[in-house]
């Protein structure tokens, strides 16, 4: 296929913006990509798809998900409407555990149809890739059927899934006062059988007063070590736990949340080359004062990241536009920065070398957008301009 007179944005050294410029297809992936009056003669006999002038990126990727769960919280949003924080919610047994008791009831199947609808909300914001974390199960059987449940998503929709193990999300009742047993009885063996299994691309954990400290989770950064598989973390959320740091030392592929990141983690950060994963919606939603340190980490140059931490607690959002409109008006990141934090970098944040960009050889998932300027994308509030979507080459108006 050969898409004609698009308004480019290759996302290469910023936007990389083309007019009237033609992208060749062959298979699944992008063969060419560039002004229309540079088309190579072998591209030109493709079957064509004009664009009439609208507005061509790579296809969305959302970086931080926790898309599979039961139940809602909306309780918890009122009472946090009438004053309460989040951290006092989950110390009383509400948080990250109500939903853990929800998702234990579910079955696969039932986890499956519940995160459809989202994904779908997803996808209608542009995401062609998805990661979705464990987190909700905190059982090595219940943390299996969340990543099972994560995998068969792409058996139903054309995205792309990243699976990411997220036992270390909370320690669960019946390992109250001891995170240390609960990482050795059910984090570290459900990240085994997990990765056996084949269900396991990332790993990542919850550094936080209220969740597990480094020192907790340095055996389970370990073994995700010794099995070869990255890791990735949620850092300095609420407080400054020195998690950053401690993701850095272990080369993380990401360190997410961030608004208590010290001058040392942005330091260790930019040397290690770890990506810093931007989560508006839930700075937004838990009505956070204290924004991450944009400008410092725009200086050190370390490349950042945009998703939606889709979940029932903290981030009850489902649209990679508005957490980019979000990152901008909150964040003060310019549209370039979200554009780039939703393809480039959340492609590097999942350890994606062949997406996020246009390029050659690189694969051809695209948005269409009813767009001209790729700002567009980021300026309109809750708004989802997409006209066209290509999955691995394939067309999906
Ligand atoms: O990314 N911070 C920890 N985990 C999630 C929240 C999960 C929840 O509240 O259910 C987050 O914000
Ligand atoms: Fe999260």
Not at 69 to 96: C, D, K, M, V, W
Not at 193 to 212: K, N, R, S, Y
Request: aromatic share 4%; glycine share 8%.
């Amino acid at each position: 296929m050969l898409l004609t007179h698009a308004t480019l944005a290759t996302m290469t050294g910023g936007y990389g913006l083309i007019r009237d410029a033609a992208v060749a297809l062959d298979g699944d992936r992008i063969a060419w990509a560039g002004p229309m009056a540079d088309l190579p003669t072998a591209f030109r006999t493709l079957p064509e798809h004009a664009c009439q002038g609208r507005l061509v990126t790579p296809g969305l990727i959302d970086c931080h998900t926790h898309a599979i769960h039961a139940g809602h919280r909306a309780a918890e949003f009122e009472l946090r409407l009438q004053g309460a924080s989040y951290a006092q919610i989950a110390q009383a047994g509400g948080g990250i555990l109500s939903t853990v008791t929800a998702t234990r009831a579910a079955s696969q199947d039932q986890l499956l149809a519940l995160a459809l609808p989202r994904i779908d909300q997803l996808i209608a914001s542009g995401a062609t890739t998805v990661e979705v974390k464990s987190g909700y199960g905190l059982t090595i059987e219940d943390e299996l059927k969340m990543l099972r449940a994560a995998r068969e998503i792409a058996l139903h929709r054309p995205v792309t899934v990243k699976t990411t193990h997220l036992a270390a999300h909370a320690v669960p009742p019946e390992f109250t006062g001891d995170a240390k047993g609960y990482i050795e009885k059910v984090a570290l063996p459900s990240l085994r059988a997990a990765h056996a299994e084949g269900l396991v691309d990332a790993v990542d954990a919850f550094c936080e007063t209220i969740a597990f400290s480094t020192a907790d989770l340095a055996p389970l950064f370990a073994e995700a070590r010794a099995l070869d598989l990255p890791v990735k973390l949620h850092a300095e959320q609420l407080t400054d736990q020195q998690g950053a740091a401690f993701a850095a030392r272990h080369q993380a592929l990401s360190a997410d949340h961030l608004e208590y990141l010290s001058p040392d983690g942005i330091a260790a950060m930019a040397a290690a080359g770890t990506v810093a994963v931007i989560l508006p919606g839930a700075f937004y939603t838990l009505r956070e004062t204290q924004a991450p340190p944009i400008q410092a980490l725009r200086a050190a140059q370390v490349p950042m990241a945009v998703a939606t931490d889709l979940n029932p607690g903290s981030s009850p959002l489902a649209s990679l536009t508005l957490a980019m409109n979000l990152a901008c008006t909150l964040f003060r990141l310019t549209p370039e920065e979200a554009l780039l934090g939703t393809t480039a970098h959340a492609a590097r944040a999942l350890g994606l070398a062949d997406r996020g960009r246009i390029a050659p050889g690189l694969r051809a998932d695209l948005c269409i957008w009813e767009a001209d300027h790729p700002a567009e994308l980021s300026y309109r509030i809750g708004a989802t301009p997409l006209h066209a979507r290509i999955y691995g080459g394939r067309l999906d108006a």
